[in-house]
């Protein structure tokens, strides 16, 4: 079956431009997180969505960064007057809520910021 | 989540067996232990997990101390295609679904 996918699948834009980052998770997956990995660092945990509410946005870094989810399916995550630091590999993950949920990655939104 | 601490390398030949360690000292008794793998390039990928008991799966095995303050990932007969970072992840779902990644330890195969 499909698995996640994202797109754009890289995206470059102008410091202080907004961005907006999709999701497709797998059909029937109701959890859904967004992770950000920078050059060179590990994989830093943005947000989770449990159907369309987020029960956990503790990894958000600023206001700058919002994400919703409609329909208990698709996910759109927005930048706000982007920064460089902002320049990273965006991860999109969903999962099936069991006890020992496994999470199933897309292949990233590689985001560039000049 | 609970700190796990990994090897920053490793390397193996071809078709020869790989054993990733890895320590968690702190872990609690609801902690399962997972592992992600991530190629380069890509996201991140579901290798194993288990609670206290040996698991075994296609594409490895985990081997979990009796006290569960360490476990082993194996990698049987590893292939050029296994060269990635390995992620040992502890995951207590009480505390949150989100995964906590670490440095990992990066595999390099060689021919």
């Known amino acids: 079956g499909a698995g996640v996918s994202q797109s754009p699948s890289n995206k470059v834009t102008e410091k202080g431009k907004d961005v907006e980052l999709r999701c497709d998770p797998i059909s029937g997956h109701t959890a859904l997180y967004w992770y950000r990995q920078s050059l060179g660092q590990g994989l830093e945990f943005l947000i989770y969505?449990?159907?369309?509410?987020?029960?956990?946005k503790s990894g958000l870094p600023s206001d700058r960064f919002s994400a919703e989810r409609t329909g208990g399916s698709v996910s759109t995550l927005t930048i706000q007057r982007t920064q460089q630091e902002d320049s990273a590999v965006y991860l999109c993950?969903?999962?099936?809520?069991?006890?020992?949920?496994?999470?199933?990655f897309g292949p990233g939104t590689r985001l560039l910021v000049l | 989540d609970a700190k796990t601490t990994q090897p920053n390398s490793m390397e193996s030949n071809e078709e020869e067996p790989v054993h990733l360690p890895c320590n968690h000292s702190?872990?609690?008794?609801?902690?399962?232990i997972h592992w992600y793998r991530q190629l380069p390039s890509q996201g991140p990928e579901y290798v194993i997990h288990g609670l206290t008991s040996n698991v075994n799966n296609r594409m490895a095995s985990l081997a979990i101390a009796e006290d569960r303050k360490s476990s082993t990932l194996i990698l049987h007969r590893a292939t050029l295609r296994d060269a990635a970072v390995y992620y040992c992840i502890l995951r207590d779902q009480a505390a949150g679904n989100k995964l906590t990644f670490g440095g990992g330890t990066r595999v390099l195969v060689k021919p």
């Open positions: 969505f449990q159907g369309n509410s987020a029960p956990d």
């Open positions: 702190t872990i609690s008794g609801t902690d399962y």
């Open positions: 993950a969903s999962s099936f809520p069991d006890k020992e949920e496994t999470q199933y």
